[in-house]
């Protein structure tokens, strides 16, 4: 199995997808390590057979509704789902049972001190996260702490006191603040992220309405105008025709003059709209990476020299080519676009980003339209995936032959 196939399965390389998958390998981590803890603690416990048997049936369920309650409520904060309370509020009881049980291991003297010392403080900073991920943060900020807080009081009601009670109320105050900052930042990262990647689709989509209103307008402006006078003066031909006279002739001849007139200029229009031009391309594809986020470099080398068909091949290159990267390549970071002079007398275009993504869809014609434009140009074009999750898309025209 290459590395390819291993980052497509642990979900693609970049894009909210992967950062999701990844937050939930954390939240899931975050369970086991409890289960681990949990298990060394009933390892090392002086507690008697019976007791230890009720802490592992406690410790295994309050880290099964850790897990299930982390996920949920990273489904909820991202609006997949509806908030978890059900599951809240039982693990908050699980968490209390826990709790009152350690009190009142300790206080029937079946544990010491530093063996509470750990169990509790394990206890609330694993509590800590989950809740202020599903709630919303004026709850959570009442409902942790009070836990905490009760948790704690019990424990010097119990009996514990001196260095294990100050450990474990000093330790609280900076590992449960800690613990739900980091898991409710982690939420906020995903779901920051999916609102970038959402962005940039919107961004492209509107490149492309912006850029069929332009073309239906200069349509309208070059055809408004003759079509309004062809139907003014057939018009005007057939009425004379009915009375006999000969001037609709002439005005015949003239609605010929203004259809050929309009058929020149529609095809300067197309023509306009075909040929893209290398330099604004290269300076368009600069400004609207940047703004997607992605740190764009150019070298555009002998492109000044080109003949004008290899810079409107080159400049359509371009074009698909950073289309791709807003549609397609979510994690990107950087894209660096090269012009460059063979010594074989061809002009290359490379253009290489660090977010390889999904394969295009099989329907689309993106790649396949630029390889008929570069091959009227006996031109080619290449896409290849390269180590380190790089995208390269190479254009090459025989620069002589075009000349």
Same mark, same amino acid.
């Given at each position: 199995?290459?590395?390819?196939?291993?980052?497509?399965?642990?979900?693609?390389? @970049?894009?909210?997808?992967?950062?999701?998958?990844?937050?939930?390998?954390?939240?899931?981590?975050?369970?086991?390590?409890?289960?681990?803890?949990?298990?060394?603690?009933?390892?090392?416990?002086?507690?008697?057979?019976?007791?230890?048997?009720?802490?592992?049936?406690?410790?295994?369920?309050?880290?099964?509704?850790?897990?299930?309650?982390?996920?949920?409520?990273?489904?909820?904060?991202?609006?997949?789902?509806?908030?978890?309370?059900?599951?809240?509020?039982?693990?908050?009881?699980?968490?209390?049972?826990?709790?009152?049980? @350690?009190?009142?291991?300790?206080?029937?003297?079946?544990?010491?001190?530093?063996?509470?010392?750990?169990?509790?403080?394990?206890?609330?900073?694993?509590?800590?996260?989950?809740?202020?991920?599903?709630?919303?943060?004026?709850?959570?900020?009442?409902?942790?702490?009070?836990?905490?807080?009760?948790?704690?009081?019990?424990?010097?009601?119990?009996?514990?006191?001196?260095?294990?009670?100050?450990?474990?109320?000093?330790?609280?105050?900076?590992?449960?603040?800690?613990?739900?900052?980091?898991?409710?930042?982690? @939420?906020?990262?995903?779901?920051?992220?999916?609102?970038?990647?959402?962005?940039?689709?919107?961004?492209?989509?509107?490149?492309?309405?912006?850029?069929?209103?332009?073309?239906?307008?200069?349509?309208?402006?070059?055809?408004?105008?003759?079509?309004?006078?062809?139907?003014?003066?057939?018009?005007?031909?057939?009425?004379?025709?009915?009375?006999?006279?000969?001037?609709?002739?002439?005005?015949?001849?003239?609605?010929?003059?203004?259809?050929?007139?309009?058929?020149?200029?529609?095809?300067?229009?197309?023509?306009?709209?075909?040929?893209?031009?290398?330099?604004?391309?290269?300076?368009?594809?600069?400004?609207?990476?940047?703004?997607?986020?992605?740190?764009?470099?150019?070298?555009?080398?002998?492109?000044?020299?080109?003949?004008?068909?290899?810079?409107?091949?080159?400049?359509?290159?371009?074009?698909?080519?950073?289309?791709?990267?807003?549609?397609?390549?979510?994690?990107?970071?950087?894209?660096?676009?090269?012009?460059?002079?063979?010594?074989?007398?061809?002009?290359?275009?490379?253009?290489?980003?660090?977010?390889?993504?999904?394969?295009?869809?099989?329907?689309?014609?993106?790649?396949?339209?630029?390889?008929?434009?570069?091959?009227?140009?006996?031109?080619?074009?290449?896409?290849?995936?390269?180590?380190?999750?790089?995208?390269?898309?190479?254009?090459?025209?025989?620069?002589?032959?075009?000349?």
């Amino acid at each position: 199995m290459n590395v390819d196939t291993w980052v497509e399965r642990f979900g693609g390389p @970049g894009g909210p997808e992967r950062y999701r998958r990844y937050t939930l390998s954390s939240i899931t981590f975050l369970a086991l390590f409890e289960a681990g803890l949990w298990a060394f603690w009933l390892v090392t416990s002086d507690a008697g057979g019976p007791w230890l048997a009720l802490v592992a049936a406690l410790g295994a369920a309050h880290v099964a509704v850790h897990a299930l309650l982390a996920r949920a409520a990273l489904r909820h904060y991202l609006g997949a789902a509806p908030r978890p309370d059900p599951l809240v509020a039982l693990y908050t009881a699980v968490t209390l049972a826990m709790a009152g049980l @350690g009190c009142a291991l300790l206080a029937d003297g079946r544990i010491a001190g530093n063996d509470l010392e750990s169990y509790l403080l394990w206890l609330l900073m694993f509590y800590a996260g989950p809740p202020a991920l599903a709630l919303a943060p004026r709850t959570s900020v009442v409902l942790v702490p009070a836990v905490a807080v009760v948790t704690i009081a019990g424990a010097a009601v119990a009996g514990l006191s001196g260095r294990p009670l100050v450990l474990v109320a000093g330790a609280s105050l900076l590992l449960v603040p800690f613990m739900a900052v980091t898991l409710r930042a982690s @939420g906020g990262g995903v779901h920051l992220i999916e609102r970038l990647v959402a962005a940039r689709e919107t961004q492209a989509r509107l490149a492309v309405a912006e850029e069929r209103l332009r073309f239906g307008r200069d349509l309208h402006d070059v055809l408004g105008r003759n079509l309004a006078v062809v139907a003014l003066k057939s018009e005007l031909a057939a009425q004379l025709a009915c009375r006999g006279r000969e001037e609709a002739v002439e005005q015949m001849e003239e609605v010929q003059r203004i259809a050929r007139e309009s058929q020149r200029e529609i095809r300067a229009v197309v023509r306009g709209y075909r040929t893209a031009d290398l330099h604004a391309e290269l300076a368009g594809a600069r400004s609207v990476l940047e703004a997607a986020g992605i740190d764009c470099r150019i070298e555009d080398g002998p492109a000044a020299r080109l003949p004008t068909q290899v810079q409107s091949a080159l400049g359509w290159v371009v074009r698909e080519g950073t289309t791709n990267v807003l549609r397609h390549a979510a994690g990107a970071s950087h894209c660096e676009l090269s012009v460059r002079a063979t010594a074989a007398g061809s002009a290359m275009l490379v253009m290489e980003n660090d977010g390889v993504g999904a394969e295009p869809a099989a329907g689309g014609a993106g790649l396949p339209g630029l390889r008929e434009r570069l091959a009227e140009l006996d031109g080619a074009l290449s896409t290849e995936r390269r180590p380190g999750g790089v995208f390269r898309l190479t254009a090459s025209i025989p620069w002589k032959a075009s000349a």
